[in-house]
Structures are given as C-alpha cells and as structure tokens.
C-alpha cells in the first residue's frame, strides 16, 4: 500500500551539531512533500516544503532534500538547538489532497 | 493573523456517546481537513471540506461525519463512541487557490473515551 515512513523512530543529536532525518515514500504520484514538527501536547507545525520538480529547498536553518529516484526525502536541521527537541513527520501528498504520514522520528538535543 | 483554532482543548466522553469537535481556520483559509491522532502514530486523514462540502475522505467510518459553514468553519461529528476513538483530533486549514496547498494544523482537541 501507499505510506509514508522515517527510517528511524529516534533521533540523539549533540546541541550545534547537524541532525538529518531520513523518510522514504512509496506513491511515485506524490508530486507535494512536506516536513512538520510536532511538540508534546501541541498540533505539527509547519517546518518546510518542496515540490517534485525541485531536488533541494533550504529554510533558516532547514534544508529539505528530495531523491525522486529511490522516493526519499531528508530534512537537515543545522546547528541543532534544544528547542528542536520534538517529533517530526514528513508528509506527502498526491492529487487527492490528503496528506499521508509516517510514524515520525523523535530528536532529542543533548546539551 | 489568527492561525487555526479549534476547541474544547480536552474532552471525556463515555462509550456510546456522541461528541462535536469545532475549528476556526486561518485567516484567508477556505478549505478544512481533519485528522486523528492515536497516542506515537502520525496524523490519520479523516476526510476534508471544501466549498461546505465533503471533498475526500479517508478510511473511516461514517461514525465520522462533519460539517463546514459559509464562514469556512467546521465541525467534526462523531457518533457511538468507541474506546478506540480516543485520540488528538487535529484540524488543518488551507486555501484552495493558491495551489500550494499547504496545510496549517491547530493545537488540537484531546479526546478520551472511558
């Protein structure tokens, strides 16, 4: 079936060192990508997106990396901050304008 | 610039009850989608509401029904509880127009059922 999936459900990450999360897709018709952070108790909030005619978008302190290819998508977080402590999902969407996510990766910033 | 609203935050309900979920879009937003939430799962797609009607839907059951407003607000219904409805009920807004779709989610409404 069509899903969207994290390579690893957990994340440790030294604060100022890079994080990368990884996500694969399996819907080739997905042509919308979007990567959220979720906080204990609070709704996913928007972090970056990117289209499927682009391979790279960069935010303040974001990159997202798309591989169309093998269908898999990062996100690059620099300088990692303790308050990037968080779940984040990666979501696709395809012309049925539902957004499918995966289980999501946790990151935690050690100090 | 108000982002998505919803309420009650928390809400305890017993099995066979039915409860209504309420959500303010952004401002400028036309269309609502909402998704359920179980406890380490990501967001499940419910179904969305554009245009006061119900545009797509997800593989739940029509427990699940909602409703949009002409002032783009929505509501999501549903009926005859069941302890596996205990969940984050999170809505999302967007607009329609601009073609990049992206959605924006509110904080959510914690539903537990006992």
């Known amino acids: 079936g069509e899903s969207v999936g994290l390579h690893l459900p957990t994340l440790s990450v030294q604060e100022g060192d890079n994080s990368i999360i990884n996500c694969a897709y399996s819907n080739s018709a997905s042509d919308y990508f979007i990567w959220y952070k979720q906080e204990s108790g609070k709704g996913p909030q928007f972090i970056i997106d990117?289209?499927?005619?682009?391979d790279k978008r960069q935010g303040q302190r974001v990159t997202v990396l798309l591989n169309k290819t093998v269908k898999h998508l990062s996100l690059q977080i620099a300088a990692t901050q303790p308050g990037d402590s968080a779940v984040y999902f990666c979501a696709e969407e395809s012309n049925d304008y539902k957004l499918s996510f995966g289980a999501g990766t946790t990151v935690t910033v050690r100090a | 610039d108000a982002g998505v609203t919803q309420s009650p935050t928390h809400l305890i309900k017993t099995r066979g009850q039915q409860v209504t979920l309420r959500c303010s879009p952004k401002s400028g937003h036309d269309t609502v989608s909402w998704y359920q939430q179980a406890l380490g799962q990501g967001p499940q797609f419910i179904f969305q509401y554009y245009e006061e009607e119900e545009r797509q839907r997800g593989n739940f059951p029509d427990r699940f029904s909602g409703h949009q407003f002409p002032n783009y607000s929505s509501e999501l219904n549903v009926n005859a509880l069941l302890l596996g409805d205990s969940a984050l009920y999170l809505c999302?807004?967007?607009?329609?127009?601009?073609?990049?779709?992206?959605?924006?989610f509110g904080p959510g409404t914690r539903l537990t059922v006992l």
């Open positions: 990117i289209r499927s005619n682009m």
């Open positions: 999302a807004s967007s607009l329609a127009t601009t073609g990049t779709d992206t959605q924006y």
